[in-house]
């Protein structure tokens, strides 16, 4: 058996699972293969498959040193199987199942619950990459485009780690949903993708600034969550994407921050003390901070409605199953089995929106939102920072989870930013203030001008202070001459 950190490069699929002795496994996935690589073409990144990008792959999995950087055509990429390091004598640590060994095989009382688990989280990671496809012909630097390039090869090992779960754990129904997850596609009217924010397009580069700050930010909480696992091989496969997820998120957290920055500046340049004065603003070419703010509401808001309904039975179910516990199960003190806990959840009750105690069991996906609030909240906290040392009467901030919401409770009714419940002639009037207008999707849009030459970057978008994996300001990461 390998000892899991040291990564296998000698077979068509890099691993650290021992696939050379698992020739069940390893023929399934080699089959799987050719129908990836024509996915990738079909539906990946458009343009730019023949160029060399400057990408980082996993050579390990252990904290230190996991990753090499170096030149890479896309469809090249090694795409490979890794699990974190094994934690010896590991016990599920929640449910019903408190303190028992952890599963090494699937339990098959769960086998359908946790198939579900995976088809679900399986299914977003090839989705972003779809709905990102279109984006590396606007990057506004090479530097923008190499990480628009590593989040899409990584949400495509992603999709290895949860195909290789359900070839190796599920049989026949496994290579089926396998085949699935390469069928659907973002956005299609017949076959779409499973959740409603993965059949969004993200049409301009602020989209998927805002994408991969709010949306990716989800795939860390349901990762954490799944992260806790007592089925081992999901936890430690979890455990390893989180590590590459940080750096999406780093990609919209900085992307944001740096389109904060060069307003600001822009400002300061041209005088302009008020940032609500959008028409000087942006005829500096840079976006002005209302509509920065409106798409951070319009992301959030969609964002929330992957956690789904306010109280839910699933959630409970794959819980107290031991399959998915809470953000950092293991560092919460309480008894991990909730039976006569309550959690207070925001409801609506006649047409109001008020705080209620509820069993803690049906209101895990609240907490894993609150959770993920208090997570966002912190980044939107950094973007002000630059507000504030600029010396700029604005801040960002993060509408209330009632607003524009499609899934759960507050489907039913309009709110404001506050949480103000708004009539449907309200909500009208109001709209255009709290969500992009198609004019300000035109205006973003039209700054969306390629900028590919070495060290250059976009009116509207700062360099970046530190170039990835170091490298100078000028470094030519896309070989865009071919
Ligand atoms: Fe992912
Ligand atoms: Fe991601």
Redesign the pocket.
Known sequence: MPDGTAVDYDGLIPNNVGLNDDLRVRRALETWHPGYIDWWRQMGPEGFQDRLVYLRTAVGVGSEGWAKFGFVRMPEYRWGVLLAPSVEDRKIGFGAHKGEPAWQEVPGEYRAMLRRLLVIQGD??PASVEQQRHLGATAPSQYDMRNLFQVNV??GR?LWAMVYLLQKYFGRDGREEAEELLRRRSGDQDSPRMLGAFNEATPDWLSFFMFTFFTDRD?KMQLAALAQSGFDPLSRTCRF?LTE?AHHMFVGETGVQRIVQRTCEAMRDAGIDDPTDVERVRALGVIDLPTLQKKANLHFSLTLDLFGNEISTNAANAFNAGLKGRYREDKLTDDHVLMGSTYPVLRLRDGGIVREDVPALSALNMRLRDDFVDDANAGVTRWNRVLERAGVEFRLRLPHVAFNRRIGEFAAIHADAEGNVLSEEQWQAQQGSLLPSADDNRFVVSLMQPVQAPGAFASWIAPPRIGIDNKPGDFEYVKIEA
Do not use: F, P, R, V
Request: aromatic content about 0%; cysteine-free.
């Open positions: 977003t990671e990584e949400e992603h795939g994407m997820e």
